[in-house]
């Protein structure tokens, strides 16, 4: 049985093929092999980077390609703070142990827990579970612990979507035509709404621009689609969010809208003239389709 390129245990199985597919208990599942090539993990923090991230990828259904210059760009990734990690470790004991004492040494060696929450070994996952119950989030029975009612409510609000639920994803044009539409337009409208707008090409990756999108997506309640300028990209995107069951709100400037592909011509499209006035129509849009989002200041 082959070990793990990332942390040396053993992959549980590998799927053969043109690149290989593994699975390890700590780092999840991944693509790789000769056909792709391997940067050694030379450091420690450099393999609680790749786990973290590999399972961060696999939560939203991509199995990367760690190719070496992906390798190398996650070397460089700010690990995330301590409570971002107590709250993947909360999920997951909320997924595995709800209604249940659990032995907090075993889970501190848990390797899945430690992967997906970033952690080195067992003392790291030990700080994050004092933490959890510094916040009354779980409680202390011996040796064990077990999630208490804000625990549980906490863990069920990220399940359900927690930070991620409050993004709007927008996919569109990123010339300099729609700058001012952006800045003025579709970011206000979308946080009056109560909801982080997401772009994109605001965000700092590594790995495929198609894997990042598609992971983005599903991450976030709903996605704008602006057809303004007629992107390939943007029906792409469209149509992926439509096939996940996501609302798309679509929006076009109107000078544009006669270009609209055919088989969108009878949507109920947000037509827009300026920024201001998209940004005032596309708040009211989302309020009255998705609902007010958790940061909303109050009814517009």
Avoid at 138 to 150: D, E, M, P, Q, Y
Avoid at 171 to 191: H, K, Q, S, V, Y
């Amino acid at each position: 049985m082959p070990d793990c390129a990332i942390c040396s245990d053993a992959v549980e199985y590998q799927v053969q093929g043109s690149p290989t597919i593994f699975s390890c208990r700590r780092c999840g599942n991944y693509e790789g092999g000769s056909a792709i090539g391997w940067l050694p993990v030379k450091t420690l923090d450099h393999r609680v980077r790749l786990s973290g991230w590999v399972r961060d990828q696999n939560a939203v259904g991509v199995v990367p390609r760690l190719a070496p210059d992906v390798s190398s760009l996650v070397a460089q990734m700010r690990l995330p703070g301590l409570r971002e990690r107590a709250s993947r470790v909360l999920a997951k004991l909320a997924r595995d142990r709800s209604d249940s004492l659990f032995n907090r040494d075993a889970v501190g060696r848990d390797p899945e827990l430690q992967g997906c929450s970033y952690s080195l070994n067992e003392q790291d996952v030990a700080l994050l579970i004092r933490i959890l119950i510094d916040d009354n989030c779980l409680r202390i029975n011996g040796g064990s612990c077990a999630l208490t009612v804000k625990g549980l409510l906490a863990a069920e609000e990220l399940e359900s979507g927690g930070s991620n639920f409050a993004q709007g994803f927008v996919a569109m044009w990123f010339g300099e035509g729609l700058r001012d539409a952006w800045t003025n337009g579709f970011d206000p409208g979308i946080r009056a709404a109560g909801f982080r707008p997401f772009r994109i090409d605001n965000k700092d990756y590594v790995g495929g621009i198609t894997d990042e999108i598609m992971a983005e997506v599903r991450r976030s309640r709903f996605v704008v689609a602006d057809y303004t300028g007629q992107v390939n990209g943007v029906y792409f995107e469209a149509g992926f969010a439509l096939g996940l069951g996501l609302t798309v709100i679509p929006t076009c400037r109107a000078d544009d809208v006669a270009k609209l592909h055919f088989d969108i011509k009878h949507l109920n499209t947000l037509l827009w003239h300026a920024p201001a006035e998209l940004a005032d129509a596309l708040n009211r849009r989302i309020r009255a389709v998705v609902g007010t989002g958790p940061t909303a200041a109050g009814p517009s």
